[in-house]
């Protein structure tokens, strides 16, 4: 049964879609547009976070996400610090979202979920499953691919990829094997697990437009 209000008007139905969408891609779009069949309104909530340090500034991701969601007046975009029940509830957002890839988000969701049904029992937390086609995809490996010369183009929305190139201002120009010189010259290995692990296959192509 819909909630009503005092006035006996069928009250909104608000979902928060909490996340750092640095950058937003198409596996969150495919979240947002399940959220939509279920809940009348949605606010992707970009968190504030200043120990990260992120590709895209705060104020770079919203703008971003006002575009790829430009005329959609069911999708809002906010930013919040501090717990995430306190912003929803403030919000008036009875529901978290939250999109579930494969077994290794679940751990760490399940227990976020808890802890947030913990702290504030009046909000609930869904998740969703995006296509499978999405199951692999992260911000993470989206900002990674693209660095080293990889097409990203049905990942991500264009504005996204628009905003790679500016950010990388190096389109067409496919990177050298990532060889960091370490601080006594000697050649340390990329940085990170996935890097290395899509390095290869991404360096020996060349980024389309
Ligand atoms: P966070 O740092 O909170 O994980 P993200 O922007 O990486 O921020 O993710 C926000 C939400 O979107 C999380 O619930 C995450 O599981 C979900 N998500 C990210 N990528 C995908 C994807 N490809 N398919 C489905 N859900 C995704």
Redesign the pocket.
């Known amino acids: 049964m819909p909630h009503r209000n005092r006035e006996g008007h069928r009250k909104r139905s608000l979902a928060v879609?909490?996340?750092?969408?640095?950058p937003i891609?198409?596996?969150?779009l495919?979240?947002i547009g399940r959220s939509l069949s279920v809940f009348d309104q949605v606010t992707i909530a970009i968190?504030v976070n200043p120990e990260k340090h992120p590709l895209f500034t705060v104020e770079e991701r919203v703008a971003i996400i006002r575009e790829a969601f430009h005329g959609e007046e069911r999708v809002q975009v906010d930013t919040f610090s501090g717990l995430l029940v306190d912003y929803a509830e403030r919000l008036g957002a009875s529901v978290i979202v939250?999109?579930?890839?494969a077994i290794s988000?679940f751990e760490f969701?399940f227990q976020m979920a808890l802890m947030n049904r913990r702290l504030n029992p009046r909000i609930e937390t869904v998740f969703?499953?995006?296509a499978e086609s999405?199951?692999?995809?992260?911000?993470r490996l989206v900002k990674e691919v693209f660095q080293l010369g990889g097409r990203v183009r049905e990942l991500v929305p264009a504005v996204v990829e628009r905003r790679l190139r500016e950010k990388y201002g190096t389109a067409g120009v496919v990177h050298p094997p990532t060889r960091e010189r370490g601080s006594g010259g000697r050649e340390v290995p990329p940085s990170s697990k996935s890097e290395r692990g899509i390095h290869s296959r991404a360096s020996v192509r060349s980024r389309r437009a």
């Open positions: 879609f909490p996340g750092s969408f640095d891609t198409n596996g969150h495919d979240i968190l939250r999109g579930l890839r988000d969701e969703m499953m995006p999405y199951s692999y995809l992260s911000s």
